[in-house]
């Protein structure tokens, strides 16, 4: 079968016709639990009525008219994210990746503005992923997306994840910034403790660098607090925000304090679609769910009652989960067996997860999922590893076919 798109992609072969909060509803008549939600996209799950009540609402309004001209919803959705952080000011892309580009850009341009036009560095960390456009394959560092593409796009150190010595030394006289996503998701759920990040937070004082932290995956609710930074006892100069924020409307934020965006001035950055009327009545939907009482604290429980399931799932199946890590509701499950296996025997249970480094399967459901669906999960799970065992079973056999 030849398809006309560019194939960039393994895609499974499987295909979707609606989905229902945490359900997905196949084109080969099955019902599949979606623990996956569009790779943390899908934070309220599909088709959740107060998000629909609002994009056809405003659909039938007004879609674009440009950032040349005044966005209410965009100046309410911008003063909710400020009012419930550390920042002062927003910027809204489409995407994840864009809101990494501004706030490089910001970073240097911080630099600049202060008469330091030389601190242009940004250090990043091992495992990490920052999006596809070329300076952030330069930020991720990870060979497989740089590889023929040209020359790296310059002034991106990366030192390896939780070393600090490493990163005493890769500060110089050009560092801007630090670069780090406070729970790493494509890298496999990889999480530093809070020592570390008070650390690098007193590294960016002492230097007068600029820290970013990229909550485009552990944003807007998934970890139990609107953002991740809140778990970790320090704040972010400047934050990338995108997948949740939208609930599968593409959009993208990049935060600041007034201080670290104080370069960014008229002219200095733009974009033609972010934050227009249609991506700002969503994002606002969102935030109507996100922030109403008692959400939060019902998925950080939510995330500990998956994390016990799990760690349940693990002492039933040893020869096939080797650890269960996460926080809140972006969990890991590091496997013995290939992750794409496991998670192709998932599948086959009609549960979706998703892969990610360090040979992990990710399980990011939408926050609205219910107990009992977590058990569902469960069920799912110890099935497809019952599964697995029982091949592996055959596997070991003397004599088996192999
Ligand atoms: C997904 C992701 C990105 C890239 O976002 P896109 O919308 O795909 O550009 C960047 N950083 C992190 C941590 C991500 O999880």
Known sequence: MTSPLLPTYARAELSFEKGEGPWLYGRDGQRYLDFGAGIAVNALGHAHPHLVEALTRQASKLWHTSNLFQIPEGERLAGRLVENTFADVVFFSNSGAEANEAAVKMARKYHHAGGHPERYRIITFGGAFHGRTLATIAAGGQAKYLEGFGPKVEGFDQVPLNDLEALRAAIGPETAALMIEPIQGEGGIR??????????????????????????QTGVGRTGKLFAYEWTGVAPDIMSVAKGIGGGFPMGACLATAEAARGMTVGTHGT????????MAVGNAVLDVILAPGFLKDVERKGLLLKQRMAELKDRHPAIIAEVRGLGLMMGLRTVVPNTDFIAAARDQKIILIGAGDNVARLLPPLIISDADISEAFDRLDAACAAMEAVLKTQARPGAAQ
């Open 272 to 279: 033609t679609f972010g934050g227009n009327p249609l991506a």
């Open 191 to 216: 999480l530093v403790d809070n020592a570390y990040f008070k650390e690098l937070r007193a590294l960016c004082d002492r230097h007068g660098l600029l820290l970013i932290f990229d909550e485009i």
